[in-house]
C-alpha cells in the first residue's frame, strides 16, 4: 500500500500545470506514462494481485479455497479472462464489468515491449491490428487514467475487505478450525492473535 499511496500524491497534475515549456510538458506526459504502464503491468502480473482475484472467483461459486493455486500462469490473459473474470460474469458481480474495462492484454505487451509512442494527448500503440477487432490504435490520456485508477481501486477494495472481514471474523471466533486438503484432508486450527503491532491469523506453534 505504500507504493499506491506514493503513486497516488505524485504532483505531476500541479507540476505539469505549472510548467509553460511544450518540450518540459512532454517529457513529464513520457515519464509519468511510462510510471504508469508500469504500475498497471505490475499488478496484472502479480502473482499475489491475480491469486487474491482467483481465490475470490472460487469462493464467489461457494467453493472451498484452493490451497494449491498457481496465481500466475504461462497465459495471463487466458487465465484472467477464463478462470477469473467470466466466472464474476457467471455470477453475475459488477467486478466483472470492472475488469473489462481495466485489463487489456495488448496495453501490457505495448509497454512490456516498449511499442507505443506519444501524441496529441494520445498514446498510440504500435502493435495495433486493423485486422484484429479487439485491438485498438491508441488510448487517450483520460481513458489510461481511468484504467490505471480503477486497477488500483481494485487492489484497494481487495485489501481493505479483507482486513475488514478479518476483523470480523476474528472477534466472532478467535479459534477457527479449518480443513486442509493434504496428506488426504486434515483439520487445523486458525488463531486470531496479535502480531507485533497487528492482529492476524496465525497457525499456532
Known amino acids: 500500500m505504500c507504493f499506491v499511496e506514493f503513486y497516488l500524491n505524485l504532483p505531476f497534475a500541479k507540476n505539469y500545470r505549472k510548467s509553460n515549456h511544450p518540450k518540459q510538458k512532454l517529457d513529464m506526459e513520457r515519464q509519468f506514462t511510462a510510471l504508469s504502464m508500469m504500475v498497471y503491468n505490475h499488478f496484472w502480473e502479480s502473482k499475489v494481485f491475480l491469486g487474491k482475484l482467483k481465490q475470490l472467483a472460487i469462493l464467489s461459486q461457494g467453493k472451498e479455497y484452493d490451497w494449491h493455486l498457481v496465481g500466475r500462469p504461462k497465459e495471463t490473459y487466458t487465465f ?93 471466533n478467535p479459534d477457527r478450525e479449518i480443513h486442509v486438503p493434504e496428506n488426504g484432508g486434515t483439520k487445523k486450527t486458525l488463531q486470531y492473535r496479535q502480531s507485533g503491532s497487528i492482529y492476524r491469523w496465525l497457525w499456532p506453534n
Open 80 to 172: 484472467i479472462k477464463d478462470e477469473i473474470r467470466e466466472i464474476f460474469n457467471i455470477e453475475s458481480l459488477k467486478i466483472y464489468d470492472i475488469i473489462k474495462q481495466t485489463y487489456r492484454s495488448q496495453i501490457r505487451n505495448a509497454f512490456a515491449h516498449s511499442d507505443y509512442y506519444l501524441s496529441k494527448k494520445k498514446i498510440y500503440l504500435n502493435n495495433y491490428d486493423p485486422k484484429d477487432t479487439y485491438t485498438i490504435e491508441y488510448i487517450d490520456y483520460d481513458e489510461f487514467d481511468k484504467i490505471i485508477i480503477l486497477t488500483l481501486l481494485i487492489h484497494h477494495a481487495m485489501v481493505s475487505k479483507i482486513d475488514e472481514y478479518r476483523k470480523i471474523l476474528g472477534a466472532e
